[in-house]
């Protein structure tokens, strides 16, 4: 079975500096995707980056990029600037291709982060 | 607006007493999905629907129910509640196709306290 681990309960970073959030992996499969939600304080459930296995250029999107190693299992999340409004509980999710099978989203337990002015 | 729409946002229940969380999207979407959110523990299935009248359990399904007798509802029911299925629940919906490359569209979840 899959699993999801994010090891850093709690992180907190200065506005505008960088941080890093680390999540890991197990699985035998070859091809599946993977990705990094936000979830703030209002509770959504907010898309922030997506990576396929099958690809080896790490995903961007904005201030947000991954470091994503495949035979280590590992797809850590960037976030370069923080803003205040980037503080909020983030969780890794990874999911087999879904044709026919239950698309299922597998999370780690999340890292909850605090940005501070 | 596209979205995934739950009704309650927050429901305090007895032990016991029948309840129903709906859901519903408007965007045409074949899968939809529950999820149960708990502190330390993530996110975890609970049953998904690939279409109308195709459900199946997900990891965690004992004391849920659920139909998908339109495309756009999804609602779960709980038969008899019990304090261990206090939690945060989501619903989620997806293009079949879409689903790898976009997630999952989330809905804004309820809180359920059961006493």
């Known amino acids: 079975a899959q699993t999801v681990t994010q090891s850093q309960p709690e992180m907190s970073v200065q506005e505008a500096e960088t941080v890093t959030l680390s999540c890991t992996y197990d699985?035998?499969?070859?091809?599946?995707?993977l990705f990094w939600y936000k979830q703030p304080p209002s509770r959504q459930m907010i898309l922030v980056i997506r990576q396929e296995a099958y690809k080896q250029q790490n995903a961007t999107e904005n201030r947000f990029s991954v470091n994503f190693q495949k035979a280590a299992k590992s797809f850590s999340l960037k976030i370069s600037d923080s803003q205040l409004g980037d503080t909020a509980m983030y969780f890794c999710a990874f999911m087999k291709p879904p044709g026919g099978s239950q698309g299922n989203l597998i999370f780690g337990k999340g890292t909850k982060l605090s940005v501070k002015p | 607006e596209a979205q995934v729409t739950q009704n309650p946002r927050y429901l305090i229940t007895v032990t016991g007493k029948k309840l129903t969380v709906t859901c519903s999207q408007n965007m045409n979407h074949e899968y939809m999905s529950w999820y149960r959110q708990d502190p330390g523990l993530g996110l975890r299935q609970i049953y998904y629907?690939?279409?109308?009248?195709?459900?199946d359990k997900g990891d965690v399904p004992e004391g849920y129910k659920v139909s998908r007798k339109e495309k756009r509802n999804f609602p779960l029911i709980l038969e008899s509640p019990s304090p261990n299925q206090t939690s945060l629940y989501f619903c989620a919906s997806s293009f079949r196709g879409g689903l790898a490359n976009y997630g999952y569209t989330f809905g804004s979840g309820t809180r359920l306290t059961v006493v």
């Open positions: 699985t035998s499969e070859n091809n599946y995707y």
């Open positions: 629907s690939m279409n109308v009248e195709v459900t």
